[in-house]
C-alpha cells in the first residue's frame, strides 16, 4: 500500500515553472499589459497634481483659465484611464484565460493517464476536487482577482515614483511604510501557504465525502446508514467550514497591520508636510499634492493585501493541480514487455490492509492463493465483508497486495507481475466489469468502441450480438443513437450489456466480473447472466458471483469468510461436502 492518501502537492516554485513555458508563449499581450498599466496609473496621478496647483496658484491670483486648464488635463487623464483599463482587461484576457484553459488540458489529461492503483489508494475525491474545485478557483482567480492585482502594483510603483518627484523628503517619509508594509506581509506570508493548503485539502475531503455518499446512497439506504453517514458528511463539512472562519480571522488582522502602516505614515507625511511649508522649504499645494498621492496607495494596497487570501488559495489550487501533471509524470514507468504464450493468472499468498503498515491486524485478505488456467472460470462466493471485491481488484490490476504476488504467468518465461506491467499491456491480458457502470455522453457506438476506439462498425455489431443485442433494434438510430446523459434512457440491463460488450470488443485474455449482474435485479438476473456467460465464452475470469446461478455454471468455486478461502472446487462437489457453500447452495435453491 502506498503511503500517500492524497496525490502529490508541488511546490510554489515548481508550480510557477510549470506556467513560464505558457507566459511566454503569449510575451507580446504581456508587454502590452504592461503599457496599458503604466499609462493608466500614471493618468491617475493627473488628479493630485491638477489639485496641488489650484491650492498653490488660486491663492496667488491666478484665473479660471488654470482652472479650466486642470479640468481638461483631468478629463484628459480620465479617458486615458479609461482607455488604459479597457485595454489592459483585453491583454489579460488573452494572456490568462488561454493559460488556464491549457492549464486544466494537462491536468485532466494527466488525471487519465494515472496508474489506477494510485486512485485506488488515494480516493476519487482529491483527484475530483482538483480537477474541478482547484480548476475553478483558478479560473475565477484569473478572471476577477489577477485584473486588480495587475491594476494595484502598477499603481503603486507608478504612485511611489510620482511621490518621490513631488519632494525627495516627502519621498523619504513615504518610505517609512515599506518596513511597515514588509512587516505584515512577513508575518502574513509564511502562515498564510500552510492555512490556505489545510483549507483546500478540507475541501477536497468534504468533496470525496459528499461524493462517496451521493455515490453509494443505494447501499446506504439499503441498510439504514443514512444518519451514520450524514454525520461523517457533517464532520467534513464542519471542518471545512471552521477552516474559512480561522482564514477569514487570519485575514482581518492583516487588514488590522495594513490600516496601522497607513494611518502612521500619513500623519508623519502631513507633519513632515506642514515643517517643509512653515520653513519655506516647499508649498502647501506640494504637501497637498503628496499627501493625496499616498492616500491613492490605499486602495491598490489594500487590495493587494485583502486579495492575498485568494491569491494564496489559488497559489495552492495551482499547486495541487500541478502536483496531478508533476505526479503523472514523475510515476515509475511500467514495463512495457508483454507476457508470453496463453498466460496463467496467479494470485500467491495475497494479503492485504487498508491500513498502513506492514503490523497492520486488520487485513481483508489473508493468505490467499488460486491459480486461473486460460480459459477456467473461477466463482467467489461468501458473505458480505468477506474479501471477494478486493481480491477481484487485485486480480484486476486495481490495487497492489500489501504482501504476495498477483501476475500473468506464460509458459514459459517467469512471468509479469501486474503491478510492474503497463496499463495498456495489462488491459490487453485483463479487463474488469464492475457491478457499477458508467454510460458516456455520446452514441452507442462511441461507448461500446471505449477500449478500441478504431473498432469498425462490424466488430462492435458482432460484440453487441454476443452478449444480446435484440434492444439495440429497437433504437431510433441503431449505433448513432444518442445515450448517456441527455440521450436515450437506458434500463439497467442494458447499460451492464454494453460493458460486457466492451469486454468482448477487448478481448483480453482473463476477464473479472465483480458482481456484474446485480443492478439487473430479479427480472433481468436470467438474461443478463447469459450475457455475461457469452461474454466469458474462451477467456479464463474470475467472477464474484452475486447469484449462486453463476457459480453453479463455473469450473470452479472460492467460498470466501474473514478474508480467507475456506472451500475450494467444481460445484458438485462442494455441494456433497455439506459444508459452507452446502448451506448457501440450500438456502439458495430453497
Request: aromatic fraction near 6%; hydrophobic fraction near 50%.
Amino acid at each position: 500500500m502506498s503511503a500517500h492518501t492524497t496525490l502529490t502537492i508541488a511546490t510554489r516554485r515548481r508550480a510557477f515553472t510549470r506556467l513560464a513555458p505558457l507566459l511566454r508563449a503569449r510575451a507580446g499581450w504581456m508587454v502590452l499589459l504592461v503599457i496599458a498599466g503604466l499609462a493608466n496609473a500614471g493618468a491617475g496621478l493627473v488628479g493630485p497634481w491638477a489639485i496641488g496647483r489650484l491650492v498653490d496658484e488660486l491663492p496667488a491670483g491666478a484665473g479660471e483659465d488654470l482652472v479650466w486648464a486642470c479640468a481638461i488635463a483631468v478629463a484628459v487623464a480620465g479617458v486615458v484611464m479609461a482607455l488604459g483599463t479597457w485595454i489592459g482587461a483585453w491583454a489579460l484576457a488573452h494572456i490568462a484565460m488561454p493559460v488556464v484553459a491549457e492549464l486544466r488540458t494537462q491536468v485532466v489529461d494527466s488525471a487519465m493517464s494515472l496508474d489506477s492503483q494510485r486512485i485506488e489508494a488515494t480516493g476519487t475525491g482529491d483527484l475530483v476536487s482538483r480537477v474541478a474545485d482547484d480548476s475553478r478557483k483558478i479560473s475565477e482567480a484569473a478572471a476577477q482577482v489577477l485584473p486588480l492585482v495587475v491594476e494595484s502594483l502598477l499603481v503603486v510603483i507608478v504612485s511611489a515614483a510620482g511621490l518621490a518627484a513631488i519632494d525627495w523628503r516627502l519621498g523619504i517619509v513615504g518610505l517609512i511604510a515599506l518596513p511597515m508594509y514588509w512587516l505584515t506581509l512577513r508575518w502574513y506570508l509564511p502562515r498564510s501557504e500552510p492555512i490556505y493548503k489545510e483549507e483546500r485539502a478540507a475541501f477536497g475531503r468534504r468533496a470525496g465525502r459528499l461524493l462517496g455518499g451521493l455515490t453509494g446512497a443505494q447501499t446506504l439506504r439499503a441498510y439504514r446508514a443514512e444518519g451514520g453517514e450524514m454525520t461523517r458528511v457533517d464532520s467534513a463539512s464542519g471542518e471545512a467550514r471552521d477552516l474559512s472562519i480561522h482564514v477569514f480571522r487570519f485575514l482581518t488582522r492583516a487588514f488590522g497591520r495594513n490600516n496601522r502602516a497607513e494611518a502612521v505614515v500619513l500623519s508623519l507625511l502631513l507633519v513632515a508636510g506642514f515643517a517643509l511649508v512653515l520653513l519655506g522649504e516647499t508649498t502647501a499645494g506640494a504637501v497637498t499634492t503628496a499627501a493625496l498621492v499616498f492616500h491613492r496607495l490605499f486602495n491598490p494596497i489594500g487590495a493587494l493585501v485583502g486579495l492575498f487570501d485568494q491569491i494564496q488559495s489559488a497559489g495552492a489550487s495551482l499547486t495541487r493541480m500541478v502536483g496531478v501533471i508533476d505526479e503523472a509524470e514523475t510515476s515509475p514507468r511500467r514495463s512495457t514487455h508483454t507476457v508470453s504464450g496463453a498466460p496463467s493468472l496467479v494470485l500467491e499468498n495475497l494479503w492485504f490492509s487498508y491500513d498502513e503498515g506492514p503490523d497492520s491486524d486488520n487485513h481483508v485478505l489473508t493468505g490467499v492463493s488460486v491459480r486461473i488456467a486460460p480459459g477456467e472460470v473461477v466463482a467467489v462466493v461468501g458473505t458480505t465483508g468477506a474479501g471477494k471485491s478486493t481480491l477481484a481488484r487485485i486480480a484486476a490490476g486495481l490495487s497492489a497486495p500489501s504482501h504476495g504476488r498477483a501476475a500473468l504467468v506464460g509458459d514459459p518465461g517467469p512471468g509479469a507481475d501486474l503491478t510492474g506491467l503497463d496499463e495498456a499491456v495489462l488491459r490487453d491480458h485483463i479487463s474488469m466489469v464492475a457491478q457499477e457502470v458508467h454510460t458516456f455522453s455520446g452514441t452507442l457506438r462511441d461507448n461500446v468502441a471505449l477500449p478500441v476506439p478504431a473498432a469498425s462498425d462490424a466488430a462492435i455489431r458482432s460484440a453487441l450480438e454476443t452478449v444480446g443485442d435484440d434492444w439495440v433494434r429497437t433504437l431510433p438510430k441503431g449505433l448513432d443513437t444518442d445515450i448517456g446523459d441527455g440521450g436515450t434512457r437506458l434500463s439497467a440491463v442494458q447499460e451492464q450489456t454494453i460493458a460486457l460488450a466492451r469486454l468482448v470488443l477487448a478481448d483480453p485474455d482473463f476477464a473479472i466480473l465483480d458482481e456484474a449482474t446485480a443492478e439487473a435485479g430479479s427480472a433481468g438476473a436470467h438474461v443478463l447472466e447469459a450475457s455475461a456467460q457469452a461474454a466469458l465464452d474462451g477467456r479464463g475470469a474470475l467472477v464474484v458471483a452475486h447469484r449462486l446461478s453463476q457459480a453453479e455454471k463455473a469450473d470452479r468455486i472460492l467460498v470466501m469468510e474473514h478474508g480467507r478461502v475456506i472451500e475450494e472446487g467444481p460445484h458438485a462437489e462442494l455441494v456433497a461436502a455439506e459444508g459452507a457453500y452446502a448451506r448457501l447452495w440450500e438456502a439458495w435453491s430453497g
